[in-house]
């Protein structure tokens, strides 16, 4: 007696795992549908949160553009070519960042990449370093690049930071592969990056500056400096330091106010974030 073969299965029984296989397998499928069978997967036990979220990240990097994810101009840290070595030692300090676009005059015309480690390699000679020589090669993309060639062309290149322009040629910011990379494992907070929940407004540094938050109120400021700076006008100091430049500032612009000075560390396109503070000499 012949025995019959098994009834062929149906898709509303087919495992997930037969249904991702055939998402995969190369058939017409909607990228929706092939989150939608890994997140079954995830339900079921077979893929953690954190896997999940990669593999939906990677997936829908390809459909994001460099525009989606750059740091825009306002909030780029530029360094000018004739600024003076103290001065651009500063800015570099204070940003802590380890790559910084240097310009010629306008921030359109870019000269090349300046790494940390140059400058710090140069530092340690003792003598004077000519920025020039340590610029490295600048690459331009558009705004309109896919994130996932993007990372392939960082991979092949060895490049970490990219600056992006928009349709007329003008610098619109730049991108760093960490920005890219974010997009499919979450945030990546270095030492650099402030906690917002944590962020004291007013942080004392070991050479005798002060970190300030833009969103100090001035009357905090002026008990914690014994000043006496007006709060009539302003509540906060980012709102009194804009006022006194009559514009609103980018990083690496100073303003004397009394005793004080202030440069701008951090800042977007609509406010000042956070200020470097001076006491007098200090």
Not at 40 to 69: F, K, P, R, W
Not at 105 to 132: M, N, Q, S
Not at 137 to 165: D, Q
Not at 227 to 238: A, I, P, Q, R, Y
Request: aromatic fraction near 4%; charge should be negative; include cysteine.
């Amino acid at each position: 007696m012949e025995m019959s073969e098994d009834p062929p299965s149906t898709p509303s029984h087919r495992t997930w795992f037969a249904r991702l296989t055939q998402a995969l397998s190369g058939e017409p499928q909607s990228r929706e549908e092939l989150i939608e069978e890994l997140r079954h997967a995830q339900a079921n036990g077979l893929l953690s949160n954190d896997t999940l979220s990669m593999i939906e990240g990677a997936i829908n990097v390809a459909e994001l553009t460099v525009a989606d994810v750059m740091v825009p101009r306002a909030q780029t840290v530029f360094l000018p070519i004739d600024a003076p070595q103290n001065a651009i030692l500063d800015i570099v300090i204070e940003s802590g960042h380890s790559r910084f676009p240097v310009h010629d005059g306008d921030k359109d015309e870019i000269l090349g990449i300046l790494l940390a480690k140059d400058l710090l390699r140069c530092l340690a000679k003792g003598e004077p370093c000519d920025v020039r020589t340590l610029l490295r090669p600048v690459t331009m993309i558009p705004e309109s690049k896919r994130l996932n060639i993007l990372l392939k062309e960082f991979r092949l290149s060895r490049n970490h930071m990219a600056i992006v322009v928009d349709e007329y040629g003008g610098v619109a910011g730049l991108v760093t592969i960490e920005d890219v990379l974010e997009q499919i494992v979450g945030d990546i907070d270095d030492e650099h990056d402030i906690d917002e929940g944590e962020t004291k407004l007013i942080q004392s540094q070991p050479d005798g500056r002060f970190l300030v938050s833009a969103l100090t109120p001035i009357a905090d400021f002026n008990e914690r400096f014994g000043s006496e700076f007006s709060d009539d006008e302003f509540d906060t100091v980012g709102g009194m330091v804009t006022s006194e430049m009559g514009h609103l500032p980018e990083p690496g612009e100073e303003a004397e106010l009394g005793s004080f000075h202030f440069r701008v560390t951090k800042a977007d396109a609509r406010r000042v974030h956070q200020f470097a503070v001076r006491v007098g000499d200090g």
